[in-house]
C-alpha cells in the first residue's frame, strides 16, 4: 500500500521521501499533521484517512472511515484536533480525531451548500466554518450552534477560498476568473472589489497575512501577486507553467512562493527580487505576430518562457535580464492539491492519480527552514 524512496541525491530539488497507494479515486486534498509522522486524506472515494508511519517506514491507515458522499475538501485544526470535510452533496461534517489518532467521532454536520463543496476553512478566531460550493456561493456557519449565519452568491462556480482572521475578509476565486474580495459580518456581508487578471477559472487562492499579499493560480497557466496591503492595486504577473496552477503557498522567512500545476511541475519563485510590473511584454504596446517575431524571456516581469517582445525591447534586452528568478522541478504526477510543514521542510501533493507523495523540500527552499516557519 506504501512504498518507501530510500534513495537521497544531494542536488537542489525536491526529494521524494514516500509514495502512498491505496485510493481507488482521486485524493482531492492531503495535509500533513505537525510534529507527527503522519498524512490525513480525502477523496473522491468517500474515505477520509489518518496515515501514520510505522517503523517499517511505510505509513498505513490509522483511521479509515466512509462517509455517504464523496470527499471534495478538507480543513484541519491540528491544536483542537478538529477536522471539517466538504463533500460532493454540498455538506460540510466536523469530526474530532484522538490523540493518538486512532479514532474519530462524529460533530456536526453543517447543511453548507446545495451542490459540491470546493473549498473551506475553519476559523478558530471567528467560530466559523466557512465554505465554497459549486451552487455559486459563500456561506459562513457557527461551529458553536451549527446554523447557517450568512451567505453570498457569484455569477459563477465558487472555486477557492481565503480568509483574513483579523480583518474577517474572505477572498474567493470563481469560474469566470475572478476573485472576490468580501467582510463578512455575523448576519451578512458586503463586498470589498473584484479582482480581474486571469484568462482563465481560478483554481487556487494563497494570503499571507504579514506582507499581505494575495496569490492566486488559474487554468490560464498563470500566478498572479496581488499586493493587497499597498492599497495601489500593484500586481505581477508570473508565467512558469504548462498547465493549470492548482496550489499554491508562500515561505515568508526566504520569500519563496510555490506553485504546482496538474501536469506535476513544481514551481519555486524568488519573491524576494524587486519585479517590473506589467503587447511587447517590456514596453507595453501591443505587438501582433506581423510586426515583430522576435522572442525572449524575461524573468524580471514574470515570465520564464519565451514571450513575444518588440523588435526595439529585443535589442536592450541583456543576458543577465534572461537569469531565471524561479526553479522548475518535476513532481512526476497530477498535483490537484498541495500541502506543506514548512518547520520540517516537508511537502505532501496529491492528485486524480490517486497517489499521495511526502517530498523533502529543505534542499529547495533553503537552510531558513530549519529555524522553523509559522504554521499556516
Not at 457569484?154 to 476565486?173: E, K, P
Amino acid at each position: 500500500m506504501a512504498a518507501e524512496i530510500h534513495s537521497r541525491p544531494q542536488s537542489s530539488r525536491p526529494v521524494l521521501l514516500n509514495k502512498i497507494e491505496g485510493h481507488s479515486d482521486s485524493v482531492n486534498a492531503a495535509v500533513l499533521i505537525p510534529k507527527e509522522d503522519g498524512v490525513i486524506t480525502v477523496s473522491e472515494d468517500r474515505t477520509i484517512r489518518v496515515w501514520l508511519k510505522r517503523d517499517s517506514g511505510q505509513y498505513w491507515p490509522s483511521i479509515y472511515h466512509t462517509v455517504s458522499s464523496p470527499c471534495s475538501c478538507m480543513s484541519y485544526h491540528h491544536d483542537s484536533r478538529r477536522i471539517f470535510i466538504g463533500q460532493d452533496n454540498g455538506a460540510v461534517v466536523e469530526f474530532l480525531i484522538s490523540e493518538d489518532f486512532n479514532k474519530m467521532n462524529h460533530v456536526k454536520t453543517y447543511p453548507a451548500h446545495q451542490n459540491r463543496v470546493s473549498d473551506l476553512i475553519f476559523s478558530l478566531e471567528s467560530q466559523w466554518v466557512i465554505s465554497t460550493g459549486h451552487d455559486k456561493s459563500i456561506s459562513w456557519m457557527s461551529t458553536q450552534s451549527g446554523s447557517m449565519l450568512g451567505r453570498h452568491s457569484f455569477g459563477s462556480w465558487a472555486s477557492c477560498l481565503q480568509y483574513d482572521n483579523d480583518t474577517q475578509h474572505a477572498f474567493v476565486g470563481d469560474y469566470s476568473g475572478q476573485i472576490t474580495l468580501l467582510k463578512l459580518e455575523e448576519q451578512t456581508c458586503s463586498v470589498i472589489t473584484t479582482l480581474k487578471g486571469h484568462a482563465g477559472s481560478v483554481s487556487a487562492l494563497y494570503w499571507d497575512p504579514v506582507q499581505r499579499w494575495l496569490f492566486s493560480g488559474a487554468s490560464d497557466h498563470s500566478v498572479i501577486m496581488w499586493d493587497i496591503g499597498g492599497r495601489q492595486g500593484r500586481s505581477l504577473l508570473l508565467q512558469g507553467h504548462h498547465e493549470k496552477v492548482q496550489a499554491l503557498w508562500y515561505l515568508p522567512l526566504t520569500h519563496q512562493l510555490l506553485s504546482c500545476s496538474a501536469d506535476g511541475g513544481i514551481t519555486v519563485w524568488n519573491m524576494e527580487t524587486t519585479r517590473e510590473e506589467h503587447h511587447c511584454r517590456k514596453c507595453g504596446k501591443a505587438i501582433c505576430g506581423k510586426c515583430s517575431s522576435k522572442r525572449s524571456t524575461y524573468p524580471i516581469m514574470g515570465f520564464e518562457f519565451q514571450v513575444r517582445v518588440c523588435d526595439d525591447c529585443y535589442d536592450t534586452i541583456k543576458e543577465e535580464d534572461r537569469t531565471p528568478l524561479a526553479t522548475f522541478h518535476e513532481g512526476k504526477h497530477n498535483i490537484a492539491h498541495m500541502d506543506m510543514d514548512p518547520s520540517r521542510g516537508l511537502m505532501v501533493t496529491c492528485g486524480s492519480d490517486r497517489v499521495v507523495k511526502i517530498w523533502d523540500m529543505t534542499q529547495v527552499v533553503g537552510s531558513s527552514v530549519a529555524a522553523g516557519f509559522s504554521a499556516r
